[in-house]
Structure formats: structure tokens, C-alpha cells
């Protein structure tokens, strides 16, 4: 395993920048709020340090494959790439593809939990649900995967189909589904990809599912089927995923991973970070599901929201179980209510607290 230190010099100056203008700017954050952003200097000094440094566990590990710039705050800040919600583009919009389960309350509900979910780690921001439209309808590519002989679509033809229906109002709209996908025939699957340019990306939540990679994995097509494109059948009782927390908290990582791409912010290399890129699921769980100081002030800037409030939102998101009322715009229709399972968000929890206590001091 490889571990990768920077030195406190370059921290601070990927965080603060040595530019007067920027500098200024840091200094309008509290002593408090200061305090925490600065807690990812040191990191890897303990165990139990707030931030932790990347490691490197393999050769096939993000990193080590796609070698790419550092962004600090002062190239985020500074670049074309960098995109701002404004008044008249300020809705995130969730665009689900194809089947999420057996229909029903549940299902219904796991969408709705993944909705809140964005709406409180991008905080002040609206996101709201499109209907839901099956695989035939984007008409899009797909094939049998000679590997793991499940069905996979093409993101490509995916995010034409989003574009076409980004509404006006729209900061960005995402695509989510639970069917693989592949981002050309050369590649074995991708976990997602986005338009930074357009504002359009997709994900799919296939690999999640804790059986994927076993023999036993009930989405593995039993006969070996050469579907014609134009058969969008074969989609049609195709298997998905139990909803299991392991699998919302995937979820919610990867989904706030290719947002966070379309406010200009590129894979993370300084400290461990949701922003960090990922080759395999390993890695993707290694993942915090969180910022680093330097990707949270480029996102805050950005938004304008305070780091406690949001903090306090995101914990009150774990913790506390709520008899919602699905909006117009959400295909929420059952008054039912299941409990959110958020076992697996147990760290983050924890870690959020440990936030708090600093910026509360």
C-alpha cells in the first residue's frame, strides 16, 4: 500500500492559495470554520485524524491508471470550467432509467431518500424528481457483457436523451439506474459518466449490489442472448438490487461524485475525499462520503451555503426519521412509510459530529 503525503506547505496553499485575492477571501471564513479546514493538515499524523491522506492499495487503483492535474482552490476557482447555479438555472434534476425494483411504496421511497439526499449534501439547492422512463424509451444502445453476461446501456446514447430533456430551469439533471453501464465497446463497464460542457451525466447502481461479483449474482443472463437493439423486451423483468443500506450509501456517493463533477470540480487528489476517482468497488467503498477542506471550500464558494448548516442537515438526513409528504414532482405516491436504512452511514455520522464540535466551539 501506498500512501500519499503532502507536505502542509502544499495543503495550505491548494486550500488558501498564495494569491492576495484568494487569501482575503479565506480569511471572511470563521476561526471556527478556519479550525476544521485546517484539520486537513494534519493528516495522516494520527489514526484518528479528522481528514486522511489517499492510499493507494493496488495498480489498478484510480491514481495509478489515469494520471491527472491537481486542482487546487485557486485553479478550481479561476477555471472555465468552474459552473455556477444562478437564478434561473438552480434546479439539480434526477432523471431514473429504467426499473428500481417491483413497483410500490418502497421503491418509490428509495428514490425519494436518494432525492433528499442531494438536495441536503448540496445545500440550498432545489433537486427534484422527473418521471420515470423505461430503457426503450431513451432508445438507447445496449448489449450482453462478455464477461459477467449481465445487460449493460451505452452512457453516450444515455446522455443525448438527458439533454433532450433538460428543463430550463436546470443547474444540471442526472440520470440514475440500477442496469450497468459501458462507455464503448472496448471498455468493460463504467460506474458513470457526465458532460461537464452540458450539464447531463449518469450512473447506474448495478455494481452495488453485494452479490454482483459471485457466481450466485441474479442479474447474470443464464443463456447466452444476442438481443437485437431495437428488443428493448429483454429489459423487462430484469433483475435489480434488494435496498439494502450498503447499497443507499453507494448510492448516495456515487450520485454526489458525478454532481460534484458539474460544478467544475475535477478527481481528488489531495487528501481522501468523495471526489477521489475509482476503478472497482473496493476502492469506491474506500471512499469518505464527504469532502476534503479543499473540495468543500471550492463547492462553498460555489453554493454559498454555511459549512455548520449543512453539516447539521446532512446528520439530521441519518438520523431522523420523517413522515414525508412527497412533492408534485415526486413519484412518491403511497403513504407508506419504510424506514431508512442508514446502518451503513454509521462513520460518517460519527465524523460529522466530530465536525460540529469544532465549528460549535
Not at 16 to 26: F, I, T
Request: aromatic fraction near 12%.
Amino acid at each position: 500500500m501506498k500512501v500519499i503525503q503532502h507536505s502542509v506547505q502544499a495543503l495550505q496553499t491548494a486550500l488558501v492559495s498564495n494569491h492576495k485575492d484568494l487569501a482575503k477571501l479565506y480569511s471572511k471564513y470563521t476561526k471556527e470554520e478556519r479550525h476544521l479546514l485546517e484539520e486537513g493538515f494534519l493528516a495522516g499524523q494520527q489514526s484518528d485524524s479528522l481528514f486522511q491522506p489517499i492510499t493507494v492499495h493496488s495498480d489498478s487503483d484510480w491514481i495509478s491508471t489515469h494520471p491527472e492535474e491537481h486542482q487546487d482552490f485557486e485553479n478550481f476557482y479561476r477555471g472555465r470550467s468552474r459552473k455556477t447555479p444562478n437564478a434561473s438555472h438552480k434546479t439539480i434534476y434526477i432523471q431514473t432509467i429504467g426499473s428500481f425494483g417491483e413497483a410500490g411504496a418502497q421503491t418509490d421511497q428509495y428514490v425519494e431518500w436518494l432525492r433528499e439526499y442531494c438536495q441536503t449534501f448540496f445545500y440550498r439547492l432545489s433537486v427534484k424528481l422527473l418521471p420515470a422512463v423505461t430503457v426503450a424509451e431513451t432508445k438507447c444502445s445496449f448489449r450482453v457483457n462478455s464477461n459477467s453476461h449481465n445487460l449493460q446501456i451505452l452512457t453516450g446514447d444515455l446522455l443525448h436523451f438527458l439533454w433532450n430533456r433538460k428543463p430550463q430551469d436546470a443547474f444540471c439533471i442526472v440520470g440514475i439506474t440500477m442496469i450497468d453501464l459501458y462507455p464503448k465497446d472496448s471498455w468493460n463497464f463504467v460506474f458513470g459518466q457526465a458532460s461537464l460542457s452540458d450539464g447531463v451525466g449518469v450512473f447506474s447502481f448495478a455494481r452495488y449490489d453485494d452479490s454482483f461479483y459471485s457466481c450466485s449474482y441474479a442479474g447474470r443472463l443464464k443463456k447466452r442472448l444476442h438481443p437485437k437493439q431495437e428488443n428493448y423486451s429483454v429489459f423487462d423483468g430484469y433483475y435489480t438490487p434488494p435496498i439494502t443500506s450498503s447499497l443507499l450509501l453507494r448510492s448516495c456517493k456515487t450520485m454526489t461524485h458525478e454532481i460534484g463533477h458539474m460544478f467544475g470540480l475535477k478527481h481528488c487528489q489531495w487528501l481522501s475525499c468523495v471526489m477521489q476517482g475509482s476503478n472497482h468497488l473496493e476502492e469506491s467503498d474506500r471512499r469518505p462520503l464527504d469532502f476534503c477542506p479543499i473540495c468543500l471550500r471550492k463547492l462553498q464558494v460555489t453554493i454559498g451555503f454555511k459549512i455548520a448548516e449543512r453539516y447539521k442537515a446532512l446528520v439530521y438526513w441519518m438520523e431522523e426519521e420523517q413522515t414525508h409528504k412527497p412533492e408534485e414532482s415526486s413519484t412518491c405516491q403511497s403513504a407508506l412509510h419504510f424506514p431508512k436504512p442508514t446502518e451503513a452511514f454509521q462513520t460518517s455520522r460519527l465524523w460529522l459530529h466530530r465536525c460540529l464540535d469544532i465549528l460549535q466551539e
